[in-house]
């Protein structure tokens, strides 16, 4: 059966962080918002496949992979639409150059076309509530950006592009893999 899965860069140390910034905006939430099943992430490629054959795909980026963690600072919000229905609100990463230097190298990894419009962000929310800028323009005033190192991960998602489930980290020292 396919199913959809993620290759995404997570934070190492701020997720609790970045889950309690995302339920500053919860009462304007829909169907995305982080928490204990929606986990805080910079995706790289999402991608459908058969269960049977994600371990050998994690078994390619394993070999192929030589990326250290990266340090990324979040210090501006994102708001926009592609539907005038669904509003995302997110946060936009420093490092742009390098993020879409990693896409490149994972959909290559993969065999996954790369995204020509790749534009790496982390989620905070969707909401359908059009006035949902007023309040994320209210708050950026006082927002303190958020800074970590980010380790690639592969895992679930669903169908909304939530991460709700690690499978594997990838360990760069050790050049090997662990199941969570």
């Keep these: ?3 959809k899965y993620n290759l995404a860069l997570m934070p190492m140390t701020i997720n609790d962080e970045v889950v309690k910034l995302s339920h500053v905006f919860s009462d304007l939430a829909d169907k995305y918002i982080l928490n204990e099943k929606s986990l805080p992430h910079v995706t790289l ?3 459908e496949i058969e269960d049977d054959e994600i371990d050998s795909i994690w078994n390619k980026v394993c070999e192929q992979w030589r990326e250290d963690p990266i340090d990324l600072m979040f210090e501006e919000f ?3 639409t592609f539907d005038n229905h669904i509003y995302w609100v997110s946060l ?3 490092n742009v150059d390098a993020l879409h230097e990693m896409h490149g190298k994972i959909t290559n990894i993969i065999n996954q076309p790369a995204k020509k419009l790749f534009d790496p962000h982390m989620t905070l929310i969707n909401t359908k509530n059009t006035e949902y800028e ?3 323009d209210q708050y950026s005033s ?3 950006p958020v800074r970590d190192k980010f380790i690639l991960k592969l ?3 669903d169908g909304v592009g939530q991460f709700t489930e690690v499978i594997y980290t990838y360990e760069p020292r050790a050049k090997s893999i662990c199941r969570i």
């Design 78 to 80: 994102s708001c926009l």
């Design 155 to 157: 895992g679930r998602c």
């Design 142 to 144: 006082s927002y303190k």
């Design 1 to 3: 059966m396919k199913n």
């Design 45 to 47: 490629c999402q991608f």
């Design 134 to 136: 007023m309040s994320v």
């Design 92 to 94: 936009l990463p420093n």
